[in-house]
């Protein structure tokens, strides 16, 4: 547990809170719930694609279980592209898709026995710049190029992209928050936006006081703010002065953060990126990813995840350009799908996926009950995907 834990912050700013809870709303709202979770049997030409991060043993153990003693086969990637391109023509059973995001360490020790047990197939989506990244903070946690080749070469596992850095970028000057002892616990190295510095970008977590501003998935965004690394160093260096548990403490510790912000906010402005090298930027996330799958596991990635969102119209130009063919978001995406189909169509197919938890709400023999899983959602609405919205 982090040593910060042990003490409390004064409390966040409620414009701050409130802010952050409503994402959970938002997702509730938009999220498209299929036939299946009432019961239903999936459409016609429907497959189910479900999406993991990590998963308990026991738990997987059993899922995989209930596909198998109700006759769901689980798919290699290949021919559920090929299935899902078929327009017309009958389905040869009940077929799923398993998606794992991050290529996280708990893929290779609790995920990958599992499928080898059951000779079911999944597929992996790996952010390059985090294989084989101890250097990275948290990069432990991640699986290494070695351990990523072995799933390739299972026979069981697609390793496929989930971009380069999976990170997010401010797209507002609007002042999201600092970081605090308490948010610093509470959120993972993915959750903080990418900072930019004069010697190059930063990921993972923040020095405390740092601002946060208004953020979003790099490949969902539209533009790229470049906070002032002067107003930056200042708002932390106000925080180190008496150590971040002291100052966090002190009930007027936002109010002193946000006055000093507010009082050279205009002195030491940001910038928004010029849209060369936003583009550039984007475009960077599939030339990494690629080139690092040609150099470590000798092939190109037939597909791609995007992080946290199906991303812009931009990103799926770009994964068309760079030979993707098919590209994965969540069940929030279905409606961004269909309006990017709207807008002049889909430069590549797209599929939203469910959250594991929903598998067992499948029609078979002991079918899981959907109120249980419902209670579940709904008392997890208030934790968010990352920080910043």
């Known amino acids: 547990m982090n040593p910060m834990s042990r003490h409390a912050c004064a409390p966040e700013p409620l414009r701050f809170r409130a802010a952050r809870a409503l994402r959970g709303f938002g997702g509730l709202l938009c999220t498209r719930y299929p036939r299946f979770v009432f019961g239903l049997a999936p459409g016609a030409d429907e497959i189910p694609v479900f999406i993991f991060h990590e998963v308990e043993v026991e738990t997987f153990a059993r899922q995989l279980e209930f596909l198998r003693t109700n006759g769901y086969r689980t798919l290699p990637l290949e021919e559920f592209l090929a299935l899902s391109a078929r327009k017309s023509g009958p389905r040869r059973g009940r077929e799923v898709l398993l998606t794992f995001d991050d290529a996280r360490l708990n893929f290779h020790e609790s995920a990958l026995p599992a499928l080898r047990a059951t000779r079911s197939h999944a597929t992996l989506f790996a952010p390059t710049l985090w294989m084989d990244g101890a250097q990275l903070p948290g990069g432990e946690r991640f699986m290494s190029w070695s351990q990523l080749k072995e799933c390739a070469e299972s026979g069981l596992v697609d390793v496929a992209a989930h971009g380069h850095r999976h990170t997010l970028v401010f797209d507002s000057a609007r002042l999201a928050g600092f970081a605090t002892p308490r948010l610093l ?192 959602k709904l008392a997890g609405l208030g934790q968010q995907q990352h920080l910043a919205h």
Not at 274 to 298: D, K
Not at 300 to 323: E, I, N, T
């Open 185 to 376: 616990e509470r959120y993972d190295i993915y959750d903080w936006p990418m900072r930019h510095t004069d010697g190059g970008d930063i990921l993972g977590r923040p020095v405390p006081g740092s601002p946060i501003y208004g953020a979003t998935p790099l490949l969902s965004a539209r533009r790229r703010y470049l906070e002032s690394a002067a107003l930056r160093e200042a708002c932390t260096a106000l925080v180190a002065r008496v150590g971040a548990e002291e100052f966090f403490r002190r009930p007027d510790c936002y109010a002193r953060l946000i006055g000093l912000h507010r009082s050279l906010a205009a002195s030491h402005p940001g910038r928004f990126a010029s849209q060369r090298e936003f583009i550039a930027l984007v475009a960077s996330e599939f030339e990494l990813s690629r080139a690092a799958f040609e150099e470590h596991l000798g092939f190109v990635p037939a597909a791609f995840a995007h992080p946290w969102g199906l991303g812009s119209a931009l990103s799926l130009q770009m994964a068309r350009r760079f030979g993707i063919r098919g590209v994965f978001g969540v069940a929030t995406d279905f409606g961004t799908a269909r309006a990017i189909a709207r807008a002049g169509g889909e430069p590549v197919p797209v599929f939203g996926r469910h959250k594991g938890d929903w598998l067992e709400l499948l029609p078979g023999r002991n079918r899981a009950r959907l109120l249980p899983v419902l209670a579940r």
